[in-house]
């Protein structure tokens, strides 16, 4: 069956998925919704400058509240046509806290390829959270016809390398000026 990803959207389902990383932690899962931005402020707030640099190739600093707001809201309320993302949520003193997000987006001038990335909190990294965030974002873009997923990271973002190495598909990679691009090939 021939898939149509022009007009395909990325409904976002509202369903949670609940699981258990290596030390015992329960996480849920569910689809980003436009209400989020705070919880994506908040998910900014803790990560380490290492863990900022690893995600936006540049240790941003504290940015002034109004530009992460704008940045937050723009990142969880997004155009469903040509993006998917997911959202990892730890109820920590009584309310839930952000720790994770792993999202694609659809190449403009390539719609069965997608770019993918992901950050997760610095003290949930390890557990084997991003492994299964990933593998829910792969189940996604099975359904829908993807068959390639690009991830772009820094040369010494050995974590993000070894994570995609490991999902089950064959990928390639190529590092030039700094950055390795890897392609997860699902056909």
Not at 76 to 84: G, I, N, P, V, W
Not at 110 to 131: C, F, K, S, W
Not at 135 to 145: E, F, I, K, P, T
Request: contains cysteine; neutral net charge; hydrophobic residues 40%.
């Amino acid at each position: 069956m021939e898939t149509q990803t022009d007009s395909q959207h990325f409904v976002r389902g509202h369903g949670t998925v609940t699981v258990v990383t290596r030390k015992g932690r329960k996480v849920r899962i569910r689809h980003i919704q436009p209400t989020d931005a705070g919880l994506l402020v908040d998910l900014f707030h803790h990560l380490s400058p290492e863990t900022r640099r690893f995600r936006f190739f540049t240790a941003l600093p504290d940015l002034p509240e109004d530009i992460l707001w704008r940045e937050a809201c723009r990142y969880a309320d997004f155009d469903e046509r040509r993006q998917a993302a997911f959202i990892a949520l730890a109820h920590e003193g009584g309310k839930d806290h952000a720790i994770g997000v792993v999202r694609l987006v659809l190449d403009k001038n390539n719609p069965d390829t997608a770019e993918l990335a992901i950050v997760l909190r610095d003290d949930y990294q390890r557990e084997g959270l991003g492994t299964i965030m990933l593998d829910l974002l792969l189940q996604l873009a099975l359904v829908r016809g993807i068959k390639r997923l690009r991830g772009i990271s820094l040369a010494d973002n050995e974590g993000v390398h070894r994570l995609i190495q490991k999902c089950g598909f064959p990928v390639t990679s190529h590092t030039s000026h700094g950055e390795t691009t890897q392609i997860i090939h699902l056909e």
